[in-house]
Nanobody, 122 residues
Framework: QVQLVESGGGLVQAGGSHRLSCAAS????????VGWFRQAPGGGRDFVAA????????LHADSVKGRFTISRDNGNNLAYLQMNNLEPEDAAVYYC???????????????WGRGTQVTVSS
């Protein structure tokens, strides 16, 4: 089992920056790829970014490419999502998740956090 807890959500102005954290506990965090997903009110759960176990390979959704960056610190069982140049459309509940391999497919993620709300004011 891997337990994931997101933190860092809050209210941010459009154009601003913010960093989300995902803290993991339980089985070896470094064995898993980590993904960030988001869900806006009335919408589905969308892929945002993912990073493999080593941190050497990442994937970012087109909608956030060049603005968001995923990273991880295996020594401290942490993953991050750095969000720059935030737009009102980025407002959502953000979830981190762990999977056996690097993937954009939410169905392949085994463990999920409970989410953290990001609100973007225009």
């Amino acid at each position: 089992q891997v337990q994931l807890v997101e933190s860092g959500g809050g209210l941010v102005q459009a154009g601003g920056s913010h960093r989300l954290s995902c803290a993991a506990s339980g089985r070896a965090f470094s064995r898993y790829a980590v993904g960030w997903f988001r869900q806006a009110p009335g919408g589905g759960r969308d892929f945002v970014a993912a990073i493999d176990w080593s941190g050497d390979n990442t994937l970012h959704a087109d909608s956030v490419k060049g603005r968001f960056t995923i990273s991880r610190d295996n020594g401290n069982n942490l993953a991050y999502l750095q969000m720059n140049n935030l737009e009102p459309e980025d407002a959502a509940v953000y979830y981190c998740a762990a999977a056996g391999r690097l993937t954009v497919l939410d169905g392949q993620y085994i463990y999920w956090g409970r989410g953290t709300q990001v609100t973007v004011s225009s």
